[in-house]
């Protein structure tokens, strides 16, 4: 891509909304994930005996080991959000700002 290109890119108005709404949407999610995380480790400083706490009488299985999946399954979920957004909006967004671009 030449300079010419580039600086239309830039000057584009869609350009910054992309750039906007990708950034928000990263750290919105970056900002969930964390919380959820350093809450979990916050409970495992403060109350190890909750964490270890068994599901039913006479198990082997803690409370804790579902609460560490969930927040497996949570980061998935907010990787799956992010991708999900970025392949329908970003890439649409995308696009039209190269079209215009070329135009």
Do not use: H
């Not at 809450?39 to 400083?45: I, N, P, Y």
């Not at 706490?53 to 969930?70: K, R």
Request: proline share 4%.
């Amino acid at each position: 891509m030449s300079n010419n290109i580039n600086d239309r890119i830039r000057s584009n108005p869609k350009y910054r909304e992309l750039a906007g709404k990708r950034s928000r949407t990263a750290w919105g999610l970056t900002a969930l994930v964390l919380a959820v995380y350093y809450s979990f480790m916050l409970l495992v400083g403060t109350s190890p005996e909750f964490l270890a706490t068994p599901l039913f009488e006479g198990g082997v299985l803690s409370i804790g080991v579902p609460i560490g999946a969930f927040i497996i399954f949570f980061a998935w979920a907010c990787t799956g959000l992010y991708v999900r957004r970025a392949n329908s909006e970003f890439d649409r967004l995308n696009a039209e700002i190269v079209e215009e671009a070329r135009k």
